[in-house]
């Protein structure tokens, strides 16, 4: 399928991610529809994009008329049937669990049109382990999103050994039309680019704060004024969740065998203490 077939799209999940991924894809002039399964967490979801949207016009980035335009463009159901009947690319941001989108991509084969893009924005599960669970594995991949998805210019679209140039070449220039930057892997490979890097900052970054070698606060100062970083890695933990980066690196373990991908000790620490950074109050640093 070509990216000039790509008319409408369905966004299943009215997280963080699922919503503004879904704005995006509005903003950029789609018809988008968001699914959840809870009324609560959609009018949740409309409630706070409502809120980061008129920062964003607040601060100039966005018009008002583009604003206006994007809600014109967004609709909200609990009916999944609904939501991806008419779709011709559907993006997938619920949980991270494999059972959890294995179940809910063999619902998607039945109910989205055949022609389909099936894409996961999975930041740790690889397509190939959800492919087979539909009847089109050609059409399915990886297309992961950044937090915050209206700031983060960057998006991973990773190919299984079974999706198609053609799906491949769609989600990038998808990426493209919606105001993004993609790169495309070819291989899938956990944890992906990304990710990958900035795991291997945060290890060392731990590894250095375990042995006794600097305070966390210096080895942040060392990534902001030496590397020019935005934020340091200690920081940047605290910011994404340190639950986040738990689990990521725990399915790095699981998924490879290599000890070296466990979670560092301090990190298991604070994630077994529900210091989970920002979110919680504490992490790293403590917030009010």
Same mark, same amino acid.
């Given at each position: 399928m070509s990216i000039d077939a790509v008319k409408r799209i369905g966004v299943v999940g009215s997280g963080a991610m699922g919503t503004q991924i879904a704005a995006v894809c509005a903003l950029a002039g789609y018809p988008v529809k968001v699914q959840d399964i809870a009324t609560e967490s959609l009018e949740r979801a409309r409630q706070v994009l409502t809120e980061q949207l008129e920062k964003r016009v607040q601060k100039g980035k966005l018009s008002r008329e583009q604003v206006d335009g994007a809600w014109s463009r967004l609709s909200w /159901?609990?009916? @999944?049937?609904?939501?991806?009947?008419?779709?011709?690319?559907?993006?997938?941001?619920?949980?991270? %669990? @494999?059972?959890? %989108?294995?179940? !809910? &991509?063999?619902?998607?084969?039945? !109910?989205?049109?055949a022609h389909a893009i099936l894409a996961t924005n999975s930041s740790t599960i690889v397509s190939s382990k959800i492919a087979d669970a539909t009847r089109r594995p050609e =059409? *399915?991949?990886?297309? $992961? &999103?950044f937090n915050p *998805?209206?700031?983060?210019?960057?998006?991973?679209?990773?190919? =299984?050994?079974? /999706?198609?140039?053609? /799906?491949?070449?769609?989600?990038?220039?998808?990426?493209?039309?919606?105001? #993004?930057?993609?790169?495309? !892997?070819? #291989?899938?490979?956990?944890?992906?680019?990304?990710?990958?890097? @900035?795991?291997?900052? &945060? #290890?060392?970054a731990m590894y250095l704060y375990e042995q006794g070698i600097a305070? &966390?606060?210096?080895?942040?100062?060392?990534? /902001?004024?030496?590397?020019? $970083?935005?934020?340091g890695p200690f920081t940047l933990m605290d910011f994404t969740g340190l639950d986040v980066n738990y689990y990521v690196m725990q399915q790095q373990y699981a998924e490879t065998g290599d000890p070296a991908m466990k979670p560092p000790e301090i990190l298991r620490e604070k994630f077994e203490r529900g210091e989970f950074g920002r979110k919680s109050g504490k992490g790293f640093y403590t917030y009010e």
């Open positions: /159901t609990t009916d @999944l049937g609904e939501a991806v009947r008419d779709a011709d690319y559907v993006i997938e941001a619920i949980v991270e %669990k @494999l059972d959890a %989108k294995r179940e !809910l &991509f063999a619902r998607l084969d039945e !109910l989205a049109p =059409n *399915v991949c990886n297309m $992961h &999103f *998805v209206l700031v983060m210019e960057l998006v991973e679209v990773v190919m =299984n050994p079974q /999706t198609s140039e053609d /799906t491949a070449d769609t989600a990038v220039e998808l990426c493209r039309r919606i105001g #993004k930057t993609p790169i495309l !892997l070819k #291989k899938e490979i956990s944890g992906f680019v990304a990710n990958r890097l @900035l795991m291997a900052l &945060f #290890k060392e305070d &966390f606060k210096d080895i942040d100062l060392a990534a /902001t004024k030496a590397l020019n $970083h935005p934020m």
